[in-house]
């Protein structure tokens, strides 16, 4: 306490938020109490316990998934960095001014239409698969190259947009004001606009880098153990699938302090821009 | 010869005729203030001098040079012409001292070592000394104002405009940034500023031009124009005003 007597409107303010949170807390509890009781009253339920949440099952190949995690992590540490450099890129290309530069621009046009008008799992079978088709030697004929490859391709057409986005963000006179004092267009954009833009845009591409975390299970299916691939293995040979909703959990453990985080620096963005 | 000169300039946004065949002469060392109502056609004016806007027709030569040239490359002649806007536009993600460096050592390629204090001596001139490592949203509107100033100068341009630099300015904060005007004026530099401040364009104005639907409506020495104007829409324009 500060020692100063509180306000009416404090005072009434206060009362207003305990009351707030009695309720909340009474209705959570409530519906918790509800689910609890009520689901295991299904006529499947004793089955779905068996087969989904088997404490044994779990115990056995929690270690194991985990393992295959690390994979994902390693395809998500690769594919990011190239993906943010690719996806500024083609953001820069899409401004280009210059007549003979205007192949470059419609190429990148194209190339966000593209990517971003196709589901992620058919680049990931077309480049996957078609690409090692042409009988490349070792380790060219590799499904992480071409795998990764293909979230690059589409996820970096979504970051190039964001970009865009940013930039278009800022107002011109920050470029007149650039102008102005004698630098040139790009200058204005490298040092002017692009810092700010990039800026902006920090949580909508953390976002989608949540996503790609997520994106990276459907390399399993050209071939790559990773996780989800992993707990399918598991549950063939156990004939439990426990195994997929421990991959859930730890999917979950890393992407819901992500995507906590980045709400958070959205909402800091706002407040500050109002 | 004139530092600045116009002639017949115009400028249309669309169908709107903004700038309507003005013709003006400015000498080194000269103050000159444009006063009218908004959409008068002031702030265009500036915008056509630092080429930001390309002149429709007519010609504005720089030093004898005709900078209004379509295709002319701007860059040079920005150097040479400063500018300060009414919302100070300066570089949010750097601090003042950051803001003023860019363009001296990305434009004349100088090492921030001999920039430095240069810098250093105009915000102490202009008593920002203690403000220089701030970011803008760190200062008030008057200290921002006089940074983009600091900036402006930094390109040691040979004329400066100003586009109605104190309108954006609480009422208290309006006279350090004028204090700053009444400096330069000092040492000589060549200014024309786009102002409603009519007190400071009467103290320290050599030439007012008044500006009334993109023309040079009526020009002369601040007194008469205040005190005696000979055209009836500057006599009504100054009504509303003083």
């Known amino acids: 306490m500060t020692g100063t007597p509180l306000t009416r409107r404090q005072v009434f303010e206060a009362r207003q938020r305990r009351r707030a949170t009695t309720i909340a807390a009474g209705s959570t509890c409530a519906v918790l109490a509800a689910l609890v009781l009520l689901i295991p009253l299904a006529p499947g339920w004793e089955a779905v316990k068996r087969s989904f949440f088997n404490a044994e099952v779990f115990a056995k190949t929690f270690p194991g998934l985990l393992n295959a995690f690390l994979l994902d992590i390693a395809i998500f540490a690769w594919c990011a960095p190239l993906i943010a450099a690719l996806g500024l890129l083609v953001a820069l290309a899409r401004d280009l001014r210059n007549p003979a530069l205007y192949p470059l621009r419609l190429a990148a046009m194209l190339y966000t239409d593209i990517f971003r008008g196709l589901p992620v799992i058919l680049v990931i079978y077309l480049i996957g698969f078609g690409v090692p088709g042409l009988g490349l030697p070792r380790p060219w004929n590799s499904p992480y190259i071409w795998g990764s490859l293909a979230l690059i391709l589409v996820y970096a057409a979504y970051v190039a947009e964001v970009i865009r986005s940013g930039i278009e963000s800022i107002h011109d006179s920050q470029r007149a004001a650039a102008l102005s004092l004698g630098l040139t267009p790009s200058d204005a954009m490298r040092f002017v606009i692009l810092p700010q833009a990039l800026r902006r845009v920090v949580p909508a591409n953390m976002n989608l880098f949540i996503a790609l975390q997520k994106d990276v299970a459907l390399l399993s299916f050209i071939g790559p153990v990773e996780i989800f691939r992993q707990a399918g293995v598991y549950k063939s040979l156990m004939a439990n699938f426990t195994p997929y909703v421990g991959a859930a959990l730890i999917f979950l453990a890393l992407t819901i302090p992500a995507t906590r985080y980045a709400d958070h620096l959205m909402n800091r963005q706002r407040k500050a821009r109002s | ?242």
Not at chain 2, 119 to 142: C, I, K, N, T, V
Not at chain 2, 150 to 171: C, G, H, K, N
Not at chain 2, 201 to 225: K, Q, S
């Open chain 2, 1 to 242: 010869m004139a530092l600045l000169e116009l002639r017949a300039v115009r400028k249309a946004f669309g169908d709107h005729l903004v700038i309507d065949g003005i013709d003006l002469s400015i000498a080194t060392g000269e103050m000159t203030c444009l006063i009218g109502a908004s959409g008068s056609g002031k702030s265009t004016l500036l915008k056509l001098m630092t080429l930001l806007e390309p002149v429709d027709d007519g010609h504005i030569y720089l030093d004898g040079q005709d900078i209004s040239e379509p295709g002319l490359d701007p860059q040079p002649v920005r150097q040479r012409i400063g500018i300060v806007f009414q919302q100070y536009n300066l570089f949010p993600h750097m601090t003042a001292l950051e803001n003023t460096l860019l363009a001296p050592r990305r434009v004349r390629g100088r090492s921030a070592a001999e920039v430095t204090p240069e810098a250093e001596a105009l915000f102490d001139r202009f008593g920002l000394a203690d403000r220089m490592h701030h970011y803008p949203d760190q200062l008030s509107g008057g200290q921002q104002q006089r940074v983009a100033i600091v900036r402006a100068l930094a390109m040691q341009p040979e004329i400066m405009l100003f586009d109605e630099i104190t309108s954006a300015l609480d009422p208290e904060l309006v006279g350090e940034v004028l204090d700053v005007l009444r400096s330069l004026r000092a040492e000589g530099m060549t200014m024309i500023l786009a102002t409603h401040e009519m007190g400071f364009a009467r103290e320290l104005a050599d030439r007012v031009c008044f500006l009334d639907r993109g023309r040079i409506c009526e020009e002369g020495p601040p007194d008469r124009i205040f005190s005696n104007p000979s055209e009836p829409r500057t006599r009504a324009f100054l009504s509303r005003v003083l």
